[in-house]
T-cell receptor, first 116, second 109 residues
Framework: GAVVSQHPSRVICKSGTSVKIECRSL??????MFWYRQFPKKSLMLMAT?????????EQGVEKDKFLINHASLTLSTLTVTSAHPEDSSFYIC????????????FGNGTRLTVT | GQNIDQPTEMTATEGAIVQINCTYQ??????LFWYQQHAGEAPTFLSY??LDGLEEKGRFSSFLSRSKGYSYLLLKELQMKDSASYLC??????????WGAGTKLIIKP
């Protein structure tokens, strides 16, 4: 079945540095990918919708300049957390929609970001 | 507004059966998902219902009634490894996932 690969699974970085997270659809073309963030004891919060070849659509309250999203190809979307701070520490998850399937959303395994 | 309701926590005994309910009110409906999430890990896809009725997949079954805005996840022959959070999510008319807060399932020996 369709698989979404997310990398890295865990990353620890120092405050002020930037971190890039990759999301790849392995055997289907995803024109749309979604980026989520999970806060402790809360459900997943949609951050942005990534569209291939165009600018991402950000949810209200999400800083566009801080969370840079690039969807340069039909199989790859990246989320870059710029000038990371400890409050950015969280679990980030991407998902991609396979338009040819009856189950259109597949999730990556997530990235645990810890900013020290 | 959009709303997904599911119980916060449930407790069951190993080997038994448990049913986790989910009710929803969303702008449009393009399917309902159930995910399992162990602490510190990404959600794992369990089921997807878009038509009314019961979908069975091994020890797990999921039911949907669109007219009632209701779904349940049924887990049979519970095992200790089933201890996790179970998330109900609805795909709305814009294909955005609306998530419930999750149900923490505790399995006791």
């Amino acid at each position: 079945g369709a698989v979404v690969s997310q990398h890295p699974s865990r990353v620890i970085c120092k405050s002020g540095t930037s971190v890039k997270i990759e999301c790849r659809s392995l055997d289907f073309q995803a024109t749309t990918m979604f980026w989520y963030r999970q806060f402790p004891k809360k459900s997943l919060m949609l951050m942005a919708t990534s569209n291939e070849g165009s600018k991402a659509t950000y949810e209200q309250g999400v800083e566009k300049d801080k969370f840079l999203i690039n969807h340069a190809s039909l199989t790859l979307s990246t989320l870059t957390v710029t000038s990371a701070h400890p409050e950015d520490s969280s679990f980030y998850i991407c998902s991609a929609r396979d338009p040819t399937e009856n189950s259109p959303l597949h999730f990556g395994n997530g990235t645990r970001l810890t900013v020290t | 507004g959009q709303n997904i309701d599911q119980p916060t926590e449930m407790t069951a005994t190993e080997g038994a059966i448990v049913q986790i309910n989910c009710t929803y009110q969303t702008s449009g409906f393009n399917g309902l998902f159930w995910y399992q999430q162990h602490a510190g890990e990404a959600p794992t896809f369990l089921s997807y219902n878009v038509l009314d009725g019961l979908e069975e997949k091994g020890r797990f079954s999921s039911f949907l009634s669109r007219s009632k805005g209701y779904s349940y996840l049924l887990l049979k022959e519970l095992q200790m490894k089933d201890s996790a959070s179970y998330l109900c999510a609805v795909l709305d008319s814009n294909y955005q996932l609306i998530w419930g807060a999750g149900t923490k399932l505790i399995i006791k020996p």
